[in-house]
């Protein structure tokens, strides 16, 4: 299984940022199998966001949910995450990554810079 984050690489604070991370070698329908994402600010542990799962239900963050969505396309083999309301301290790495008895593997990542 492979996966490829997608997606700008410079949002403005304030802004909606997506991005979409695509699937090959495996369906995200899988049963048993979630799909999440998480980031890594500069000189920060991870943080993981949210998930997404066989049948399309969706695990969030608490601390982070009033702004996650994350959705998916199966026709695409793809899923997404939205976050609104960007802030500055949302630069970060952000990784989408397979979850099934532990998390892997991890796509390679996607810088996002949140500038003003």
């Known amino acids: 299984v492979q996966l490829q984050e997608s997606g700008p690489g410079l949002v403005k604070p304030s802004e909606t940022l997506s991005l979409t991370c695509t699937v090959s070698g495996g369906s995200i329908t899988t049963n048993s199998v979630v799909w999440g994402w998480i980031r890594q600010p500069p000189g920060k542990e991870p943080e993981w966001m949210g998930a997404i799962d066989a049948s399309g239900t969706t695990y969030y963050n608490p601390s982070l949910k009033s702004r996650t969505s994350i959705s998916r396309d199966t026709s695409k083999n793809q899923f997404t995450l939205q976050l609104s309301s960007v802030a500055p301290r949302g630069t970060a790495v952000y990784y989408c990554?397979?979850?099934?008895?532990?998390?892997?593997?991890w796509g390679q990542g996607t810088q996002v810079t949140v500038y003003s």
């Open positions: 990554g397979r979850g099934s008895e532990g998390w892997s593997p």
